[in-house]
Protein backbone atom coordinates (compact mmCIF):
# COMPACT_ATOMS: atom_id res chain seq x y z
CA UNK A 1 0.00 0.00 0.00
CA UNK A 2 1.24 3.58 -0.28
CA UNK A 3 0.95 3.98 3.56
CA UNK A 4 1.08 2.72 6.67
CA UNK A 5 -1.91 1.20 7.95
CA UNK A 6 -3.06 0.06 11.08
CA UNK A 7 -5.95 -2.19 12.03
CA UNK A 8 -8.69 -2.10 13.98
CA UNK A 9 -9.25 1.63 13.63
CA UNK A 10 -11.44 0.89 16.93
CA UNK A 11 -10.97 -1.39 19.80
CA UNK A 12 -13.54 -1.30 22.48
CA UNK A 13 -12.84 -3.95 25.18
CA UNK A 14 -13.05 -4.57 28.77
CA UNK A 15 -10.94 -4.32 31.53
CA UNK A 16 -8.66 -7.48 32.14
CA UNK A 17 -9.17 -8.60 28.18
CA UNK A 18 -6.29 -9.30 26.18
CA UNK A 19 -5.76 -6.96 22.63
CA UNK A 20 -3.56 -7.06 19.62
CA UNK A 21 -3.17 -4.04 17.35
CA UNK A 22 -1.74 -4.73 14.14
CA UNK A 23 0.65 -3.04 11.88
CA UNK A 24 1.36 -3.09 8.14
CA UNK A 25 4.74 -0.47 7.66
CA UNK A 26 5.18 0.82 3.80
CA UNK A 27 6.90 -2.01 2.13
CA UNK A 28 10.91 -2.36 2.35
CA UNK A 29 10.84 0.27 5.36
CA UNK A 30 12.96 -1.79 7.97
CA UNK A 31 12.56 1.00 11.27
CA UNK A 32 8.99 0.14 12.70
CA UNK A 33 7.81 2.54 15.56
CA UNK A 34 5.16 2.15 18.20
CA UNK A 35 3.86 5.26 19.88
CA UNK A 36 0.67 5.74 22.34
CA UNK A 37 -1.21 9.18 22.29
CA UNK A 38 -3.53 9.82 25.10
CA UNK A 39 -5.90 12.65 24.94
CA UNK A 40 -4.34 15.99 24.88
CA UNK A 41 -0.92 14.42 24.95
CA UNK A 42 2.04 14.38 22.37
CA UNK A 43 2.75 10.80 20.85
CA UNK A 44 5.16 8.64 23.47
CA UNK A 45 7.60 6.26 22.36
CA UNK A 46 6.87 2.45 23.30
CA UNK A 47 8.89 0.51 21.13
CA UNK A 48 10.96 0.28 17.86
CA UNK A 49 12.36 -2.36 15.71
CA UNK A 50 15.04 -2.66 13.42
CA UNK A 51 13.78 -5.81 11.10
CA UNK A 52 12.65 -8.37 12.93
CA UNK A 53 14.12 -7.11 16.39
CA UNK A 54 13.38 -5.07 19.12
CA UNK A 55 16.44 -2.29 18.93
CA UNK A 56 15.12 -0.18 21.98
CA UNK A 57 11.71 -0.91 24.03
CA UNK A 58 12.31 1.20 27.06
CA UNK A 59 9.30 3.46 26.50
CA UNK A 60 7.20 0.19 27.23
CA UNK A 61 5.18 0.72 30.54
CA UNK A 62 5.28 -2.59 31.84
CA UNK A 63 5.17 -5.98 31.29
CA UNK A 64 1.58 -6.41 30.08
CA UNK A 65 2.77 -4.55 26.51
CA UNK A 66 4.62 -7.05 24.37
CA UNK A 67 5.32 -6.46 20.98
CA UNK A 68 6.33 -8.81 17.83
CA UNK A 69 7.79 -8.18 14.27
CA UNK A 70 8.84 -11.37 12.93
CA UNK A 71 9.52 -11.38 9.46
CA UNK A 72 10.49 -7.63 9.82
CA UNK A 73 7.51 -6.35 7.89
CA UNK A 74 3.92 -6.37 9.73
CA UNK A 75 4.38 -5.63 14.10
CA UNK A 76 1.58 -6.71 16.72
CA UNK A 77 1.25 -5.04 19.62
CA UNK A 78 0.29 -6.97 22.02
CA UNK A 79 -1.29 -6.15 25.67
CA UNK A 80 -2.38 -8.28 28.38
CA UNK A 81 -4.90 -7.74 31.64
CA UNK A 82 -5.99 -4.59 29.97
CA UNK A 83 -6.06 -2.08 32.45
CA UNK A 84 -8.54 1.69 31.97
CA UNK A 85 -5.21 3.41 31.55
CA UNK A 86 -4.65 2.05 28.83
CA UNK A 87 -6.95 3.54 26.95
CA UNK A 88 -5.38 5.91 24.38
CA UNK A 89 -4.44 5.84 20.43
CA UNK A 90 -1.53 3.50 19.78
CA UNK A 91 0.34 4.76 16.50
CA UNK A 92 2.70 2.85 14.40
CA UNK A 93 5.44 4.78 12.09
CA UNK A 94 7.62 3.46 9.63
CA UNK A 95 11.10 4.49 8.09
CA UNK A 96 13.49 4.00 5.25
CA UNK A 97 15.77 6.32 6.23
CA UNK A 98 15.57 9.75 8.26
CA UNK A 99 11.81 10.56 8.63
CA UNK A 100 8.82 7.95 9.82
CA UNK A 101 5.49 8.14 8.58
CA UNK A 102 2.87 7.57 10.62
CA UNK A 103 -0.32 5.36 10.42
CA UNK A 104 -3.95 6.67 10.82
CA UNK A 105 -3.50 4.59 14.70
CA UNK A 106 -5.86 2.41 16.72
CA UNK A 107 -8.36 4.15 19.01
CA UNK A 108 -8.23 1.71 22.03
CA UNK A 109 -10.79 2.14 24.58
CA UNK A 110 -10.83 -0.33 27.92
CA UNK A 111 -14.16 -0.09 29.68
CA UNK B 1 15.07 13.81 30.78
CA UNK B 2 14.54 14.87 27.26
CA UNK B 3 11.68 16.54 26.55
CA UNK B 4 9.67 18.82 24.14
CA UNK B 5 7.98 21.94 25.60
CA UNK B 6 4.96 23.85 23.33
CA UNK B 7 3.98 27.29 24.88
CA UNK B 8 0.70 27.55 23.16
CA UNK B 9 -1.91 25.15 23.83
CA UNK B 10 -4.37 26.62 21.40
CA UNK B 11 -3.89 29.28 19.18
CA UNK B 12 -6.90 31.23 17.41
CA UNK B 13 -5.82 33.22 14.25
CA UNK B 14 -8.14 34.93 12.00
CA UNK B 15 -6.86 34.46 7.94
CA UNK B 16 -4.10 36.16 7.04
CA UNK B 17 -2.58 36.85 10.09
CA UNK B 18 1.14 35.56 10.68
CA UNK B 19 1.83 32.65 12.85
CA UNK B 20 4.38 31.27 15.50
CA UNK B 21 4.60 28.53 17.37
CA UNK B 22 7.03 28.20 20.28
CA UNK B 23 9.08 25.04 20.69
CA UNK B 24 11.93 24.27 22.73
CA UNK B 25 13.48 20.83 23.68
CA UNK B 26 15.59 19.60 26.55
CA UNK B 27 18.62 17.78 25.15
CA UNK B 28 22.46 18.45 25.88
CA UNK B 29 23.86 17.08 22.30
CA UNK B 30 23.02 16.95 18.38
CA UNK B 31 19.05 16.70 17.26
CA UNK B 32 17.53 16.18 14.86
CA UNK B 33 14.45 18.45 14.60
CA UNK B 34 10.74 18.29 13.21
CA UNK B 35 7.25 20.13 13.07
CA UNK B 36 4.53 17.30 12.13
CA UNK B 37 0.68 18.42 11.41
CA UNK B 38 -2.17 15.99 12.04
CA UNK B 39 -5.22 18.24 9.95
CA UNK B 40 -8.94 16.94 11.26
CA UNK B 41 -9.42 13.81 10.91
CA UNK B 42 -5.95 12.54 9.44
CA UNK B 43 -3.18 11.11 10.29
CA UNK B 44 0.16 12.96 11.29
CA UNK B 45 2.33 14.30 8.67
CA UNK B 46 5.76 15.73 8.73
CA UNK B 47 5.86 19.87 7.74
CA UNK B 48 9.48 20.00 8.06
CA UNK B 49 12.46 18.89 9.66
CA UNK B 50 15.93 20.08 10.27
CA UNK B 51 19.32 17.74 10.86
CA UNK B 52 22.20 20.18 9.90
CA UNK B 53 23.08 22.94 8.06
CA UNK B 54 21.07 26.28 7.42
CA UNK B 55 19.32 26.83 10.58
CA UNK B 56 16.52 28.29 8.82
CA UNK B 57 14.49 25.18 6.88
CA UNK B 58 11.22 25.61 5.02
CA UNK B 59 8.76 23.36 4.70
CA UNK B 60 5.49 22.22 2.88
CA UNK B 61 2.18 25.13 2.77
CA UNK B 62 4.49 28.18 3.19
CA UNK B 63 5.33 27.18 6.84
CA UNK B 64 9.33 27.61 8.10
CA UNK B 65 11.21 27.06 11.41
CA UNK B 66 14.44 28.44 12.43
CA UNK B 67 16.81 26.10 15.19
CA UNK B 68 18.31 28.10 17.48
CA UNK B 69 20.77 25.83 19.23
CA UNK B 70 21.84 28.75 22.06
CA UNK B 71 18.31 28.88 22.63
CA UNK B 72 17.19 25.29 22.33
CA UNK B 73 14.60 26.44 20.15
CA UNK B 74 12.81 25.38 16.85
CA UNK B 75 10.08 28.05 16.51
CA UNK B 76 7.89 27.34 13.67
CA UNK B 77 6.57 30.47 11.30
CA UNK B 78 4.06 31.09 8.65
CA UNK B 79 4.13 34.61 7.22
CA UNK B 80 -0.28 34.60 6.16
CA UNK B 81 -2.07 31.58 7.57
CA UNK B 82 -4.88 30.00 5.75
CA UNK B 83 -8.44 28.47 7.16
CA UNK B 84 -6.75 25.23 5.64
CA UNK B 85 -4.20 25.19 8.29
CA UNK B 86 -6.45 25.02 11.36
CA UNK B 87 -4.99 21.61 12.98
CA UNK B 88 -2.56 20.45 15.57
CA UNK B 89 1.08 20.93 15.35
CA UNK B 90 3.71 18.81 16.90
CA UNK B 91 7.27 19.51 17.94
CA UNK B 92 9.65 16.75 18.25
CA UNK B 93 13.13 15.45 18.09
CA UNK B 94 15.66 12.88 18.17
CA UNK B 95 19.36 13.11 19.80
CA UNK B 96 22.20 11.47 18.64
CA UNK B 97 21.66 8.33 16.51
CA UNK B 98 17.96 7.72 18.58
CA UNK B 99 15.33 7.14 16.49
CA UNK B 100 12.80 7.25 18.57
CA UNK B 101 11.01 10.63 18.85
CA UNK B 102 10.22 12.75 21.69
CA UNK B 103 7.46 14.59 20.95
CA UNK B 104 5.59 18.05 22.78
CA UNK B 105 1.75 17.96 24.12
CA UNK B 106 0.78 20.09 20.68
CA UNK B 107 -0.51 23.12 19.74
CA UNK B 108 -4.09 23.64 18.56
CA UNK B 109 -4.59 26.29 15.69
CA UNK B 110 -7.91 27.36 15.04
CA UNK B 111 -8.01 29.51 11.90
CA UNK B 112 -10.89 32.12 11.54
CA UNK B 113 -12.01 32.51 7.64
Known amino acids: GAGVSQTPSNKVTEKGKYVELRCDPI?????LYWYRQSLGQGPEFLIY????????DSGLPNDRFFAVRPEGSVSTLKIQRTERGDSAVYLC?????????FGPGTRLTVL | AQSVSQHNHHVILSEAASLELGCNYS??????LFWYVQYPGQHLQLLLK??????LVKGIKGFEAEFIKSKFSFNLRKPSVQWSDTAEYFC???????????FGKGTKLSVKP
Open chain 1, 93 to 101: ASSGGDEQF
Open chain 1, 27 to 31: SGHTA
Open chain 1, 49 to 56: FQGTGAAD
Open chain 2, 27 to 32: YGGTVN
Open chain 2, 50 to 55: YFSGDP
Open chain 2, 92 to 102: AFYGGSQGNLI
